[in-house]
């Protein structure tokens, strides 16, 4: 397959890795931001090609794991009344809230839709004028276009029974939040490559510049990670500190201006609380004032927001990047796909997931394609 095909090559992935040995000559850490290449590196044993001077830190890319309790407890209550139809993205139904799952309200009897598009949404909220229709709204940049679309759509409509909770998250802010942590010990950053489609790479600069960190936008099959990982350690061993675009196939330096638009008419920057890290300043985007009534937590009382992670869970730790799954004393044990103690081991995304599945049998892990 076109574009596929060509960026899982063995030959070209040794050949990649053979050139990182040639290349690197002091230790240097690599953080991939996104929780798609985490679970490629973790999938292909991409970390296990890489010379010893090279360590991986796996992000806080995944929004699923980074949605806050509060924002899930929000989620619960409101699947839970009898006048809301509550849709969703099938991955964050298991996630744990401080007490509950959006799955555990459908199982006592909410009406909790899991949905594919926020149009689906949209389609629900006009065929039942009679109920209230919330989209929980999660995801990076990736995924605000067409949320920003779904409200546009229930405006031109004259929907009043649609409205969002609104998770969105921003990367750039959780980077420069990360920097910012004593204990950070990121070198340089591979870039999420579809965040990028949509929002460029501009405000990467910046980061790149003030932080003195290079940047590699980067796709998420083995040769261009690889590809990236040798980009971004070729600027460190050189002392460089720029944004490479690696993902070129896909991305421009200003992203897909149309879609920005829409973002920008529907939603604006603001605070955002992530899971296990805390609020960081501007990371979030909520609705606008012109479209208040579009949001969830402005047409309904919700309970307040309180951090509550479940004991054992030390994701805060993960997403920061400053201990790997396997570390936690709870992986595998009383944490499992079917038993989830934290968001990252539930969503397709998770770092924690990604261990699970192909990490638990080191047998097995070798054992994966390349
Ligand atoms: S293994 Fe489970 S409990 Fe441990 S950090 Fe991951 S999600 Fe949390």
Same mark, same amino acid.
């Not at 004991?311 to 030390?314: D, K, L, N, R, Y």
């Not at 799954?325 to 944490?335: K, L, S, V």
């Given at each position: 397959m076109k574009y596929v095909d060509e960026y899982r090559g063995r030959a070209h992935a040794q050949a990649l890795a053979r050139e990182l040995r040639a290349t690197v000559t002091r230790p240097h850490a690599v953080m991939e931001v996104c929780g798609g290449q985490t679970h490629a590196i973790v999938k292909y044993g991409i970390d296990a090609l890489l010379p010893p001077e090279v360590t991986l830190i796996h992000g806080p890319g995944c929004p699923v794991c980074v949605t806050g309790v509060g924002l899930i407890d929000k989620a619960v209550a409101l699947a839970g009344r009898e006048d809301v139809i509550f849709c969703s993205?099938?991955?964050?139904?298991?996630v744990p809230g401080s007490s509950r799952d959006l799955l555990s309200v459908k199982a006592a009897g909410g009406d909790v839709r899991m949905v594919y598009s926020p149009l689906d949404a949209v389609k629900a909220a006009a065929n039942a004028p009679e109920k209230e229709v919330v989209f929980?709204?999660?995801?990076?940049?990736?995924t605000a276009p067409a949320n920003a679309l779904a409200v546009l759509q229930a405006k031109r409509l004259g929907l009043k029974n649609f409205s969002l909770l609104c998770a969105q998250v921003r990367v750039p802010p959780a980077l420069e939040a990360l920097l910012a942590m004593p204990e950070c010990r990121v070198g340089g950053f591979l870039a999420a490559g579809h965040v990028c489609t949509v929002m460029g790479y501009r405000e990467y600069e910046a980061i790149a510049a003030g932080h003195g960190v290079p940047i590699v936008v980067t796709g998420f099959e083995p040769v261009d990670i690889l590809t990236g990982i040798l980009h971004c350690v070729a600027q460190l061993e050189a002392g460089r500190a720029e944004v490479e675009n690696q993902y070129a196939r896909s991305v421009t330096r200003d992203g897909n201006t149309r879609a920005q638009q829409s973002m920008a008419e529907v939603f604006s920057v603001v605070d955002r609380d992530w899971r296990g890290l805390g609020t960081i300043p501007r990371s979030g985007l909520g609705l606008k004032e012109a479209y208040r009534e579009y949001d969830a937590e402005h047409r309904f009382t919700l309970p307040e927001e309180q951090e509550h992670e479940a004991?054992?869970?030390?994701s805060g730790e993960v997403l920061s990047g400053l %201990? %790997? *799954?396997?570390?936690? *004393?709870?992986?595998? $044990?009383?944490? $499992? *796909?079917?038993?989830?103690?934290?968001?990252p081991m539930v969503s397709g995304e998770g770092a924690c997931a990604a261990y699970y599945r192909y990490r638990r049998n080191p047998d097995r892990a070798s054992a994966q394609e390349s």
């Open positions: 993205f099938g991955d964050m139904l298991r929980f709204a999660v995801g990076f940049e990736t004991g054992v869970c030390i %201990k %790997k *799954p396997n570390e936690c *004393p709870a992986f595998g $044990t009383q944490c $499992t *796909p079917e038993h989830p103690q934290g968001a």
